[in-house]
């Protein structure tokens, strides 16, 4: 049976460097898609409900929101 914790030791000249790693369990995945294709510059992410997306494209921007936005 091998065990997934490793210590490593290494010293240069007058440096000691001690690094410890630890295998843990991983957290849940971030289960949500990004559609980030039609991305401009400025563009502002807005999770769309009807397609249950996190969306970037040219509808939703800086200029959109402070120009004439829809507060």
């Known amino acids: ?38 991305k401009v510059d400025n563009s502002i992410m807005y999770y769309d409900q009807s397609s249950g997306k996190l969306k970037l494209d040219s509808t939703t921007t800086k200029l959109t929101l402070v120009d004439g936005g829809n507060f």
């Open 1 to 38: 049976m091998s065990t997934p914790n490793k210590v490593e030791i290494s010293q240069i000249n007058e440096v000691t460097t001690v690094e410890i790693t630890t295998v843990g369990p991983q957290g849940p995945a971030f289960d949500i898609d990004l559609v980030h294709t039609d």
